[in-house]
Nanobody
Framework: QVQLAESGGGWVQPGGSLRLSCAASGSIFIIDAVAWYRQAPGQQREMVADITRGGIKNYADSVKGRFTISRDSGTNTAALQMNSLKPEDTAVYYC??????????????WGQGTQVTVSS
């Protein structure tokens, strides 16, 4: 099975930056899209950004202009550059990958995520 490992979270002050990384491992597959989600305490998981096959990027309104998603197919990694962080960005961040295998589309299970805390 395809497995994901998120990293790069931490504790930063408002206005600071973090770069999250998502590494995929497992059997050979072709990525269709990669998405970053986040879940704050007591709230539902929400999509933050995704990048589709072909490089089309989408962002939640709350992070537009501050976050940038990217993908490196050569290393099977994806990143989320987060700038101008706000306290409301505090959450556990997860990545999820949609991929092809045997001509069908699958999505990965949720990993452990990485904690992002923004506070003074």
């Amino acid at each position: 099975q395809v497995q994901l490992a998120e990293s790069g979270g931490g504790w930063v002050q408002p206005g600071g930056s973090l770069r999250l990384s998502c590494a995929a491992s497992g059997s050979i597959f072709i990525i269709d899209a990669v998405a970053w989600y986040r879940q704050a305490p007591g709230q539902q998981r929400e999509m933050v950004a995704d990048i589709t096959r072909g490089g089309i990027k989408n962002y939640a309104d709350s992070v537009k202009g501050r976050f940038t998603i990217s993908r490196d197919s050569g290393t099977n990694t994806a990143a989320l550059q987060m700038n101008s962080l706000k306290p409301e960005d505090t959450a556990v961040y997860y990545c999820n990958v949609r991929y092809y295998k045997r001509g069908r589309l699958f999505s990965t299970d949720w990993g452990q995520g990485t904690q992002v805390t923004v506070s003074s």
